[in-house]
């Protein structure tokens, strides 16, 4: 029986407005209210929030329709041409950088979004929600691959234009002036993007702050989710540089939330899940020194049999224990099917000299011919001044440079084994002309673009493997996840080996406690783009999906068979992950309940497998 048939038959219709509100809310068969209902909003009800919020309230239209609608307009080939920018797809009101995933989402509009200025036009939005039974979302940047930030039938507060950022010498968290002493912070709107906070506090200012490696997250999902950089291995998670959070919750309330005010949301808010406690408009974070050198160390090793491939892999595990086991080295291995191993890592304080120092007995083991593995193409190993890293001007000028390196701008090359800093272009750019200046991201994250998931799933990896005795059980299992996939191991997103006061911030967030005694973070995923349901020669192939959701599955089996308590990363993980609760925040999952119960007991705000979401039916419209 629906809720309305219900109330009838009860005859308690009359009852509701003396009914509490979250009573009401939390009945089973509570029903969140569609555009079909007859109590959705009036025009009149709309209108006065259009009013409220400044004039921000738009109807959102679903960009892709005109490619199913009028698929040879000059329209629709734009919106193709557009399609893999992802600066493009974070402007659109009614897209999401994931298109989808097979078997579980693929996106969709809102009814209308409220393109929010402030925090009181955040409390507006949530207000009407609350007070019109809405399903509500909450959207930044965009980038959830669990297509937590689209849902069809709601109401979406966007919060892309809320990037303001002002810089701080001396920043005391509102209410501990006694306890905290003054740091050095940046306070940035919530809507803001990597690059927009790498410009201003790297390249402008000369600091750093916790920021994702893609340049286009946004820091208010990314910090609520763990979030992790390139250098994280030095910095720690994003969350543990938190300082404080202004947050509107669910009762309409502009909230601090800091170490003194509200220390229960503000611990939530570090990592226990974007959407999931309240609508955060600004945060600040901790500012930490900028190091001479950022880096990369960039290569592929091509093994000459599964033997040889075997050989390798143990090679390198030893290598990583014994060298690149610290602060200093972040980013990437990839392991592939096609026995070759790919060196994609990012280097923190050392200058290319130290850093081929560093790999000069791998690469001497490599070129010893009887390990029958190779090197294919170029060895790149080198850095470039730290505050030049983001800075996408710099990039622009001295790319040529880069490439053709004249007069010591890169600072040692390795002449035997080729050097040549850094790949080129590393950076892609958004060529509307409209685009701001620092519209760049990195080529490596451009495939993701408009993708259509597959698969996906992530695994931390415990530190211990590592040990002497543990190390040939690793590498095994490393090989055998390869016969299935090509996987990732994230060194920067494992926080053993940093220091102790990254691992001590990050310590105290609500991200699964195997965070801090991992050494990696093991990803494997699989998808096509662009795709989208019904755009003829764009569907997605559900036969390929689901087969490659199986060696995706596979892939991860191998490699969690050896990892008691596997854990995963919130944002990077499996949509049909059975026991998230567990595998996102571990031993936290708890407390994180007992906080949604306290500042959402309504559960207002709903996303999939996100905390409290059990109590709601998939699409976040029915108590269950
Ligand atoms: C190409 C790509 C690269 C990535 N690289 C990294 C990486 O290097 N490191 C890493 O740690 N992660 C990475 N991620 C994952 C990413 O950090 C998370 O998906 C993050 O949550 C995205 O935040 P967003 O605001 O951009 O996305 P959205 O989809 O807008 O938001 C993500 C979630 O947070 C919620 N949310 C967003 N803003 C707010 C707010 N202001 N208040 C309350 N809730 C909010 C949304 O409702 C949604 O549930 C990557 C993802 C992609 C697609």
Known sequence: MNRRAFLKAVGAAALIPVLPRRVVAASANFSRRRPSDAAWPSEAAWKQLNEAVGGNLIPVEFPLSVLKNDPDSDAAKLLLKNIRNPYFVGDQVGLTESLGWVDAWATKPSVYAVAARNAHDIAAAVNFARENNLRLVVKGGGHSYQGTSNAPDSLLIWTRHM?????????????????IQPQAAVTVGAGTIGIQAYDAVTTKAGKYVQGGGCLTVCLGGLIQSGGFG????????????????????????I???NACTNPDLFWALKGGGGGSFGVVSKMTLRVHELPEFFGTANFTVKAASDEAYRGLIREVVSFYREHLF???WGEQAHVNPENTLEIRMAIHGLDAEQAKKVWQPFLDWVADSSHNCSIEGRVTIGSIPARRWWDV????????????PRDGLLHGLLDDVLLHVIPQPVLNFDNRPDAGPNNAWWKGDGGQVAWFIWGFESLWMPASLLENDAQQRLADALFAASRHAWFELHFNKGLAGAPPEAIERAKDTATNPAVLTSFALAIVADAQGPAYPGIPGHEPSVDDGRKARARVHECMEQLRAIVPNPGAYVSESNYFEKRWQQAYWGS???RLVEIKKKYDPDGLFFV???VG???WSADGFTRV
């Not at 994003?238 to 509107?248: M, Q, W």
């Not at 001007?393 to 053709?404: D, L, M, T, Y």
Request: charged share 20%.
């Open 163 to 179: 990037h303001d950022i002002e810089m701080h010498t001396a920043f005391v968290p509102n209410g501990c002036e006694r306890t």
């Open 230 to 253: 390139s250098y994280s291995k030095h910095y720690g998670s994003a969350a543990g540089s938190l300082l404080e959070a202004e947050v509107v919750t669910a009762d309409g309330q």
């Open 393 to 404: 001007q710099w990039w622009k000028e001295h790319w040529p440079e880069i490439a053709f």
């Open 608 to 610: 999939h497998n996100g």
């Open 613 to 615: 979401s059990e109590g």
């Open 255 to 257: 909230r601090i939330a």
């Open 588 to 590: 936290n999952y708890a």
């Open 326 to 328: 610290n602060d200093h």
